[in-house]
């Protein structure tokens, strides 16, 4: 209903997910979640290099993540949170 300008600086954000309940994505930063109305791929092209795809519904920034596990299928930001949306199928295009 209220639309509204949303300005986040790029090394704030952790990782960006598309929630499938509501239909949003989601974009998580150090202080907050903000939900938006675009699609995964729109994000995708806004964001630069620091930015990769390692699920077909998750981004993450490379710079915050210390860990990835595709084993387990999760990989582990720079606050300790494990965050279980680690894809082999993007094994090959993602470096830290």
């Known amino acids: 209903v209220n639309n509204v300008e949303l300005s986040v600086f790029y090394n704030r954000i952790l990782y960006i997910y598309r929630e499938t309940l509501e239909r949003k994505v989601v974009i998580v930063t150090d202080t907050n979640i903000y939900k938006v109305n675009l699609g995964i791929n729109e994000i995708l ?20 993540v210390e860990e990835k596990n595709y084993r387990k299928g999760y990989f582990k930001l720079d606050t300790g949170k494990e965050v279980y949306m680690l894809s082999k199928k993007y094994q090959n295009s993602l470096s830290i």
């Open 45 to 64: 092209e806004r964001l630069d290099a620091r930015f990769r795809r390692c699920h077909r519904s998750c981004i993450f920034n490379r710079d915050r």
